[in-house]
């Protein structure tokens, strides 16, 4: 009796431990659900420098409604003074607010995840400029005249890069970073492009172009493409192609003005520039001249082109609109033939700058 109760315990004990055990096994991780949004794109409008109105808006590409202020409305705060560029890289993007001098993180509902400060070790603003993300990093210009190293697993910044004065645009071709600097708020403006090797994060060496270079684009087979605006007097614009691989000028054009510029399917697409009409043209990039009058073949009219973006899946083509930079912007997609698909306003947002594709 005493041997029989004694097993059915031990039976029952066993029991309950294999069941506590393949509970315990058996019940998974209690796992924060990732918050998404539907097909869309997230516009960033810069606003009017000194005002603190930048603002996003998000566009529903399926209901064919766009969403104003948004970033406020799912964070209650606004996003500060002068938003110049906004990258997307694996689940984050990445938010350069110039004049507020920061970087705004979020995730791809527009959550807010962190802000990382511009500042020097005496607090003084180093103004971000534009973000080019590469591997793990974020690459972030600044018009005190470095290049910040963001880790994007800490999003914390490794290191600064020292390059020309006040840096613009960037691109990456192989493993190298191509740095136009500007010096536009200089008296005597910059005329360099600075590289940057990418595995130790140190500049080896400059490029002379024309003065104020800005608009800066990389394409597949080892070239780059820098946009000049000149000294807005006896120096015009120009457009250069460099060899990416031995860092010389192969190629220029000083008989056209480029705002914008983005390289797809081996065309440049670009933006005028200040001595240029409001026109969006496509380049051959072989004589950096446009192809035909107008990129847009339908007669839509756009009034102030700023900004133009490419869907790299479809070959869309993304153009805002800056109005007169004090009422609402717009923005227009074109399918890669320059035949408009559809465009919406950006209310309230003032000057749209940037596209990003979330899908």
């Known amino acids: 009796m005493k041997t029989t109760k004694f097993k059915f315990l031990m ?3 066993a029991g309950s431990v294999f069941y506590a055990s393949c509970k315990k096994e058996d019940t998974p991780p209690v796992v924060e659900e990732e918050e998404t949004v539907a097909d869309g794109l997230y516009v960033l409008n810069e606003g009017n420098w000194g005002a603190g109105n930048t603002t996003l808006t998000y566009y529903n590409v399926a209901t064919k409604t766009a969403t104003t202020d948004y970033f406020f409305n799912k964070n209650g705060s606004g996003l500060g003074d002068t938003g110049n560029d906004m990258i997307r890289h694996g689940k984050k993007m990445y938010i350069v607010m110039n004049i507020s001098s920061y970087v705004q993180v979020t995730d791809l509902a527009g959550t807010h995840v962190k802000k990382i400060d511009f500042k020097d070790a005496g607090g003084a603003a180093r103004q971000p400029r534009y973000a080019v993300a590469y591997k793990n990093k974020v690459l972030v210009s600044s018009y ?3 290049v910040a190293v963001i880790d994007t697993a800490s999003l914390t910044i490794d290191k600064f890069i020292t390059v020309g004065s006040n840096p613009e645009q960037m691109a990456i071709s192989g493993d190298k970073l191509f740095v136009a600097n500007s010096g536009g708020l200089n008296l005597v403006m910059d005329s360099t492009v600075s590289v940057i090797d990418l595995a130790s994060y140190t500049e080896t060496f400059k490029i002379k172009v024309k003065q104020n270079p800005n608009a800066i684009v990389a394409d597949n087979a080892g070239n780059v493409y820098v946009a000049c605006i000149g000294n807005y007097g006896d120096v015009e614009p120009g457009l250069f192609k460099i060899n990416a691989f031995t860092n010389v000028v192969t190629y220029r054009n000083d008989d056209i003005a480029v705002g914008d510029m983005r390289f797809h399917n081996g065309f440049l697409y670009t933006t005028g520039g200040y001595l240029g009409g409001p026109v969006v043209s496509k380049l051959n990039t072989a004589t950096l001249t446009a192809e035909g009058t107008s990129f847009i073949k339908d007669g839509t009219t756009i009034t102030t082109p700023y900004s133009l973006d490419i869907d790299a899946e479809n070959g869309d ?15 227009f997609c074109f399918d890669k033939d320059g035949k408009k698909k559809f465009s919406f ?7 749209p700058t940037r596209v990003v594709i979330v899908r």
């Open 11 to 13: 039976f029952l004990l």
């Open 144 to 146: 005190d005249g470095t």
């Open 317 to 331: 083509v993304y153009v805002t609109d800056a109005k007169n930079y004090t009422s609402s912007g717009e923005v």
């Open 345 to 351: 306003m950006t209310t309230p947002g003032i000057t």
